[in-house]
């Protein structure tokens, strides 16, 4: 009963995957902090459980309630966000291929496909996916396996639209993975929209807390490989796929981590409700600010993404990021907020403020990724809004003096 379809999200991230312990009626699954399983001969294993690389309850848990969150047919727990995501390009691709990512993507993904895959012959084009022209011009028939979007997408919180892409990419034959970190899964679901394949950084709004290190992939029910693969099961199922790398690879979740995720993934509905509130509060007070130049906030009435997000997600998310006019203004408001802790990461209860271009997308300085230096981000998180509000105006009056 708990993966019902018809069942409403939060429902389902509470449910869905979590029946009470058979042995003891616990009505949390509890952490198996163990690596092998008793056979009752050889080969006769009890559930199926044999060792934790291959399977272990407690993560299996958490992959069936991403599954039943996303809308997925099932989904792989890793150890961060890029393990899932170098576990899944992987699976999907060969020496030769080529993939299409969006121009402003999480910078360790770009260092991945860049530096990770390029030197094993994987190609790629980065591009403004916001313009459906740039998608069709960048793919290459027959060579581009893959399509790669996030959005909102970082730090820019531009919206791409992911019915509009996912046709062209199943014209190609290639796969469409979206990231689906900034929104989570309470205020967006890809899979539904006509992609294949989500991931997520679970270390982010699905974990919550910022205890944890984590990744996800969720695979659409019957997802095909792109075009002309077969993976090394025999078969063309993405599904079977990535299971079969996530054992053969082994970057698997930890018990103790999945966990974590689980417990956060069971407040995920009512965070969400508050980040967003506070996130619009935030922006909106930004965008009166005569220091700060531009506001990059899905929820403003006048960003370019707005109706699509409206259309496309349940909220805006938690996420903004606004300009200042310099880098060294930049630099100094990050360093004089007192309640916007200064770290990298996001999604989180407490509010977080980052500057990108030294920090999270340092990696990406130079290439097409490379994002303005007089940008601040923010993760807002779940305290009063009032004292957020408050902490930024006198940051930005220290900063700009
Ligand atoms: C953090 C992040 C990742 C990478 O996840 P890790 O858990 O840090 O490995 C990928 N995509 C997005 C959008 C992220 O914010």
Same mark, same amino acid.
């Given at each position: 009963?708990?993966?019902?379809?018809?069942?409403?999200?939060?429902?389902?991230?509470?449910?869905?995957?979590?029946?009470?312990?058979?042995?003891?009626?616990?009505?949390?699954?509890?952490?198996?902090?163990?690596?092998?399983?008793?056979?009752?001969?050889?080969?006769?294993?009890?559930?199926?459980?044999?060792?934790?690389?291959?399977?272990?309850?407690?993560? =299996?848990?958490?992959?069936? *309630? #991403?599954?039943? !969150?996303?809308?997925?047919? &099932?989904?792989? /727990?890793?150890?961060?966000? +890029? $393990?899932?995501?170098?576990?899944?390009?992987?699976?999907?691709?060969?020496?030769?291929?080529?993939?299409?990512?969006?121009?402003?993507?999480?910078?360790?993904?770009?260092?991945?496909?860049?530096?990770?895959?390029?030197?094993?012959?994987?190609?790629?084009?980065?591009?403004?996916?916001?313009?459906?022209?740039?998608?069709?011009?960048?793919?290459?028939?027959?060579?581009?396996?893959?399509?790669?979007?996030?959005?909102?997408?970082?730090?820019?919180?531009?919206?791409?639209?992911?019915?509009?892409?996912?046709?062209? =990419?199943?014209?190609?034959? *290639? #796969?469409?993975? !979206?990231?689906?970190?900034? &929104?989570?899964? /309470?205020?967006?679901?890809? +899979? $539904?929209?006509?992609?294949?394949?989500?991931?997520?950084?679970?270390?982010?709004?699905?974990?919550?807390?910022?205890?944890?290190?984590?990744?996800?992939?969720?695979?659409?029910?019957?997802?095909?490989?792109?075009?002309?693969?077969?993976?090394?099961?025999?078969?063309?199922?993405?599904?079977?796929?990535?299971?079969?790398?996530?054992?053969?690879?082994?970057?698997?979740?930890?018990?103790?981590?999945?966990?974590?995720?689980?417990?956060?993934?069971?407040?995920?509905?009512?965070?969400?409700?508050?980040?967003?509130?506070?996130?619009?509060?935030? *922006?909106?007070?930004?965008?009166?600010?005569?220091?700060?130049?531009?506001?990059?906030?899905?929820? +403003?009435?006048?960003?370019?993404?707005?109706?699509?997000?409206?259309?496309?997600?349940?909220?805006?998310?938690?996420?903004?990021?606004?300009?200042?006019?310099?880098?060294?203004?930049?630099?100094?408001?990050?360093?004089?907020?007192?309640?916007?802790?200064?770290?990298?990461?996001?999604?989180?209860?407490?509010?977080?403020?980052?500057?990108?271009?030294?920090?999270?997308?340092?990696?990406?300085?130079?290439?097409?990724?490379?994002?303005?230096?007089?940008?601040?981000?923010?993760?807002?998180?779940?305290?009063?809004?009032?004292?957020?509000?408050?902490?930024?105006?006198?940051?930005?009056?220290?900063?700009?003096?």
């Amino acid at each position: 009963m708990t993966d019902d379809e018809s069942l409403g999200f939060a429902t389902r991230a509470i449910h869905a995957g979590q029946e009470p312990d058979a042995a003891t009626g616990a009505v949390v699954p509890p952490i198996y902090q163990v690596s092998t399983y008793k056979q009752d001969g050889v080969g006769r294993l009890r559930g199926g459980w044999e060792y934790s690389r291959s399977g272990n309850p407690t993560r =299996a848990a958490l992959e069936a *309630a #991403l599954a039943a !969150v996303e809308g997925g047919a &099932a989904a792989f /727990a890793f150890a961060s966000g +890029l $393990a899932a995501e170098d576990t899944l390009l992987r699976a999907a691709l060969r020496p030769g291929d080529h993939m299409v990512i969006g121009n402003d993507v999480y910078g360790g993904t770009y260092r991945l496909v860049a530096r990770v895959l390029g030197p094993w012959g994987v190609e790629h084009t980065a591009v403004d996916l916001t313009d459906p022209h740039q998608l069709v011009d960048a793919i290459r028939p027959g060579q581009t396996k893959v399509v790669w979007v996030e959005t909102p997408s970082n730090p820019l919180l531009s919206v791409v639209d992911i019915a509009a892409v996912a046709a062209h =990419a199943r014209a190609a034959g *290639a #796969l469409l993975v !979206v990231d689906n970190t900034f &929104a989570s899964p /309470a205020l967006q679901n890809p +899979l $539904a929209l006509g992609a294949d394949v989500v991931v997520h950084s679970t270390t982010k709004y699905v974990g919550g807390h910022s205890d944890l290190v984590g990744g996800a992939v969720v695979v659409a029910d019957g997802a095909q490989l792109p075009a002309g693969l077969e993976g090394p099961t025999g078969t063309t199922s993405v599904r079977d796929a990535v299971a079969f790398h996530q054992n053969a690879s082994g970057a698997v979740a930890g018990p103790f981590d999945a966990w974590l995720a689980l417990r956060g993934l069971k407040t995920l509905d009512v965070r969400m409700q508050r980040h967003c509130a506070n996130a619009q509060r935030v *922006a909106e007070f930004l965008a009166g600010h005569p220091a700060v130049t531009a506001v990059h906030y899905p929820g +403003l009435p006048d960003n370019p993404g707005h109706e699509l997000a409206a259309r496309q997600m349940r909220g805006f998310g938690g996420m903004v990021s606004f300009r200042v006019g310099s880098a060294e203004t930049a630099v100094a408001l990050c360093g004089a907020t007192e309640i916007f802790t200064l770290a990298e990461s996001l999604g989180g209860v407490e509010s977080l403020v980052e500057h990108p271009a030294r920090m999270t997308h340092g990696s990406v300085a130079g290439t097409a990724l490379e994002v303005p230096d007089d940008l601040v981000r923010l993760s807002v998180g779940l305290e009063d809004p009032d004292d957020l509000v408050r902490d930024l105006d006198r940051a930005l009056a220290a900063a700009t003096r």
